[in-house]
Nanobody, 120 residues
Framework: QVQLVESGGGLVQPGGSLTLSCVAS????????MGWYRQAPEKQRELVAS???????SYADSAKGRFTLSRDTAKRTVYLQMNSLKPEDTAVYYCNAKVPLPSGSLYDNWGQGTQVTVSS
């Protein structure tokens, strides 16, 4: 079974920092690429950062230099450290894992989401 549970969202002032956590099931953590997406009101869901099975992280241009994706294999947890936050970072943030189906195709699995609000 694939399970993803996010936490760490909240209200922060512009320029502040937050760290999001995603606790993953064994299958989600060990078998697939994982990532963080976000969705603002009336906007499409967009990729923020992803990490490969080998531990290499990639970032969207909007996140590069401000956000850091990391993981703790013992805790099966993926983290998104967000610094220098801007009001435009306000969104619901979702943890994602791409899970292989018996056919060989990949299927997107999502956590429940955690709200991040950047406002003074």
């Amino acid at each position: 079974q694939v399970q993803l549970v996010e936490s760490g969202g909240g209200l922060v002032q512009p320029g502040g920092s937050l760290t999001l956590s995603c606790v993953a099931s064994r299958r989600a953590f060990s078998m697939n690429t994982m990532g963080w997406y976000r969705q603002a009101p009336e906007k499409q869901r967009e990729l923020v950062a992803s990490i490969s099975r080998g531990g290499n992280a990639s970032y969207a241009d909007s996140a590069k230099g401000r956000f850091t994706l990391s993981r703790d294999t013992a805790k099966r947890t993926v983290y998104l450290q967000m610094n220098s936050l801007k009001p435009e970072d306000t969104a619901v943030y979702y943890c994602n894992a791409k899970v292989p189906l018996p056919s060989g195709s990949l299927y997107d699995n999502w956590g429940q989401g955690t709200q991040v609000t950047v406002s003074s």
